[in-house]
């Protein structure tokens, strides 16, 4: 049976209990509503650690005032039995007040990589996620922390992060898993209406056409970003907030795509704002 813990002594006992006992800690940070890409997660964990740690903590600090936290999909049960399925042994779900009590004060800033693409749009969004991302690996104390490529900016940001502050783990980055149609897997789809849903899949679409491009000879990014500009904005219900081309280190935009690149977007669809990335190799 996984095994729940809600308050953050007992999950640091826990984990100080196991690595004494040489037991190596997987840990996946997840926000609940769990879908296959998390899931694809804890497999991973499962294959290379002994002892799994699932948190499930909906984190009202990266939300910023009027987005969706309050409508967040949120199901403990069903989760808890995905979970546990796919090779969880602890699942740490602490409440708002057990993470965030009221005489805390310090926030984490991983500076630069904060403030481009999502960071634009979703004011103190990365400082919401690298503060809890810091005190999660605190709390669970893990030796590989599994991060998905969905989310490639948080990826970024916590591996600079980890790497800054000295934290003795390994950040490991899994690759995005899709829908059959090719739309990557987020718990914000769920808010997608089936209209909303079939013009969706334009992003990885105008993603995967980019890579193309870039593997047949294209160099200017550019070019590249206005093509897929154009393939999104055809399709109804879509408002892009953003298509880059950038270096995969430090998120900066590029010009001329001459190494390993990657491409990144956020488009509204209807309401929800989804957001895509994939790697671009210039051919060698
Ligand atoms: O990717 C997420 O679900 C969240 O940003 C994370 C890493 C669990 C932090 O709240």
Redesign the pocket.
């Known amino acids: 049976m996984v095994e729940i813990i809600e308050t953050v002594r007992e999950m640091q006992e826990k984990a100080d209990a196991l690595r004494k006992s040489g037991v190596s800690i997987g840990f996946v940070?997840?926000?609940g509503a769990l879908h296959e890409g998390h899931l694809s997660l804890i497999r991973g964990a499962r294959s290379e650690c002994r002892s799994v740690v699932v948190?499930i903590?909906v984190?009202p600090a990266?939300f910023a005032p009027g987005e969706d936290y309050k409508q967040y999909p949120r199901d403990f049960e069903g989760d808890c039995s995905k979970a546990e399925t796919a090779g969880a042994d602890i699942i740490f779900h602490p409440s708002v007040e057990e993470m965030y009590p009221p005489e805390a004060s310090t926030v984490v800033k991983v500076q630069e990589l904060s403030e481009v693409m999502c960071g634009r749009s979703r004011t103190g969004h990365f400082c919401?996620?690298a503060s809890?991302?810091a005190k999660?690996f605190n709390i669970t104390k893990p030796h590989r922390a599994y991060?998905?490529e969905k989310?490639y900016q948080?990826l970024v940001i916590?591996r600079k992060m980890a790497r800054d502050l000295d934290m003795d783990l390994t950040v490991v980055g899994m690759p995005t898993i899709r829908e059959e149609d090719g739309l990557a897997m987020s718990s914000r789809n769920a808010y997608l209406n089936p209209e909303e849903r079939r013009a969706a899949v334009v992003l990885f679409r105008s993603l995967k056409d980019a890579g193309e491009r870039v593997a047949r000879g294209e160099k200017d990014a550019e070019a590249v970003i206005q093509g897929a500009r154009e393939m999104i904005e055809s399709e109804p219900y879509t408002s892009i907030d953003y298509v880059v081309v950038v270096d995969p280190e430090t998120l900066q935009g590029i010009k001329e795509i001459v190494c390993p690149a990657r491409m990144a977007l956020a488009v509204k669809v209807g309401k929800p704002r989804l957001i895509d990335n994939i790697a671009l190799h210039p051919p060698s």
């Open positions: 940070p997840t926000m948190s903590f984190n990266q919401g996620v809890v991302v999660l991060f998905g989310d948080q916590v």
